[in-house]
Antibody, heavy 123, light 109 residues
């Protein structure tokens, strides 16, 4: 069975760094794009970007370019989302999701989602 | 401001049908690749519909999707109290080169 397990909640101060993870199992990690979606408190979903672990091809939402780094480790079938300098506006729940029906870096949908990681940034 | 536009809320009695609209442009909805997700409070989204009108296994046929031009629609028939949730439409935007979502619609039964 496909499973995505995310790391636990993080509480950070502005300017601090953090990396959250998404450990996958039950499918070929390298051969599926895996992406990240943000949900700010009480708000909707926002697509942040995705990575193709096979060749580490990464696509970022241009609206968020430069704000974080998406990476992956094939040996542990884990995807990561990393910030070097957090801002209070980064406070949100972050979901990882397996993307499917992809062609040339365009994916139709996301069929399996992790439970989410809450990142809180507060002075 | 979400790229795709949904009504904030819809409501209907148990057993009735609701429709949720999702308005976009020729760069996203107009090109297809439409998905719908259901999200209960405190939980992750789950896939309801993909490729405009296809259901993953396990999703009942009470949920159906369609598209006309640059608008997509999710229909939920035989409404149940367990359907109370937020529903999000999604697509790929070829101009933004990014996945995009609607703002979400809260369904009240």
């Amino acid at each position: 069975d496909v499973d995505l397990v995310q790391s636990g909640p993080e509480v950070k101060k502005p300017g601090e760094s953090v990396t959250i993870s998404c450990e996958t199992s039950g499918y070929s990690f390298s051969r599926h794009w895996i992406g990240w979606v943000r949900q700010m408190p009480g708000k909707g979903l926002e697509w942040l970007g995705m990575i193709y672990p096979y060749d580490f091809d990464i696509r970022y939402n241009p609206s968020f370019q430069g704000q974080f780094i998406i990476s992956a480790d094939k040996s542990s079938s884990t995807a990561y989302l990393q910030w070097s300098s957090l801002r209070p506006s980064d406070t949100a729940i972050y979901f990882c999701a397996r993307h499917v029906y992809c062609y040339n870096g365009v994916c139709q949908t996301a069929d399996f989602w992790g439970p989410g990681t809450l990142v809180t940034v507060s002075p | 401001q979400s790229v795709l536009t949904q009504p904030p809320s819809v409501s209907a009695a148990p057993g009735q049908r609701v429709t949720i609209s999702c308005s976009g442009t020729t760069s996203n909805i107009g090109r297809g690749f439409i998905s719908w997700f259901q999200q209960f409070p405190g939980a992750a989204p789950t896939l309801l519909i993909y490729d405009t009108d296809k259901r993953p296994s396990g999703i009942p046929d009470r949920f159906s999707g369609s598209r006309s031009g640059t608008s997509a629609t999710l229909r939920i028939s035989g409404l149940q109290t367990g359907d109370e949730a937020d529903y999000f439409c999604a697509s790929w935007d070829t101009s933004l080169t990014s996945g995009v979502f609607g703002g979400g619609t809260k369904v009240t039964v």
